[in-house]
């Protein structure tokens, strides 16, 4: 245990840049029927497909290949949108710990736009962080024409289920996944909190119990994500002692309806207590793009 703790820290000596992490790319995307699902894909006239999506690597090797990062100290970043790859990207995560003992390399699941239910307690149990791309939680073109009608009755429930990580105490961070979307985190916190574009007429993706509170949304974005990134000792809060990286942002979005969360904008952004960026002051608009992901 020792041994990997220091391997964790001996792989970021440098404050802004840490080279402690494994990327996996667990299984594709939704929207070309390449993610791993439970179920099958269904064609176009509702009938079942014999495709489940791509698990981009055998399960059993994707254990050894978990177990090994681990015990190395690496941090493991699993990229996972279908519910096979989560559930398989679990699987691997509770064989370390069986193996190797507590993890210490903060190991996170990335995407996450089908969870089954049964899974979500899991991310708890093995402390693993469920790192949330916000802006792709809503109805949207690529996901009512290219995924939901793929899909098995019942999946709307079940993408990008935020709510459900929330109330079963899973750890959540937030990123944008740029250059695939915007990497604008306001967007994406207002997506958070409506589960809708601003000024859409859609219903909230997945139900209204979907939907995060603002406090846990930008927790995600700002302390979760310190977290995610082994620097929560000196970022990620506003605290005595910690390094005064800041944005100010105007309006206060907790003075807003959470349908106006959009307008809020960033006047000034400091690193270390120095201002590096300052705004010049245009009201923000609704207008957004209907493909968030446009790779
Ligand atoms: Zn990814």
Redesign the pocket.
Same mark, same amino acid.
Do not use: I
């Given at each position: 245990m020792v041994a990997r703790r220091e391997a964790a820290a001996a792989a970021h000596p440098d404050r802004r840049l840490d080279l402690g992490t494994t990327?996996i790319?667990v299984d594709g @995307?939704a929207e070309n029927q390449t993610a791993a699902m439970l179920t099958p894909y269904r064609d176009e006239t509702g009938h079942d497909t014999c495709n489940h999506g791509l698990s981009f690597i055998d399960p059993e090797r994707l254990r050894e290949y978990v177990i090994a990062l681990d015990a190395a100290g690496q941090q493991v970043h699993m =990229?996972a949108?279908g519910d096979r790859a989560v559930r398989e990207a679990l699987d691997a995560l509770q064989s370390a710990r069986e193996v190797n003992g507590d993890p210490v390399g903060r190991h996170h699941l990335? =995407?996450l736009q089908i969870v089954a239910e049964a899974d979500v307690a899991r991310f708890a149990d093995l402390d693993a962080v469920a790192n949330l791309?916000a802006l792709w939680a809503t109805h949207e073109d690529q996901l009512d024409e290219l995924t939901l009608p793929f899909l098995q009755d019942g999946q709307e429930a079940r993408q990008y289920p935020f709510g459900d990580f929330a109330r079963a105490g899973v750890r959540l961070a937030a990123g944008s996944?740029w250059p @695939?979307s915007s990497a604008d985190p306001i967007a994406a916190i207002h997506i958070a909190v409506n589960r809708a574009y601003p000024e859409s007429t859609q219903p909230p993706l997945g139900g209204a119990h979907q939907r995060l509170d603002l406090e846990t949304a930008l927790a995600a974005y700002t302390s979760g994500s310190a977290y995610v990134n082994r620097r929560d000792h000196d970022t990620g809060s506003i605290r005595e002692g910690y390094l005064a990286n800041l944005v100010v942002l105007d309006p206060n979005p907790f003075a807003v309806a959470p349908e106006d969360l959009y307008r809020t904008r960033v006047t000034s952004t400091w690193i270390e207590g120095e201002p590096v960026h300052t705004a010049s002051l245009e009201p923000r608009t609704a207008h957004h793009t209907s493909h968030p992901k446009e790779s």
């Open positions: 990327k790319m @995307v =990229h949108l990335a =995407h791309q996944d @695939v």
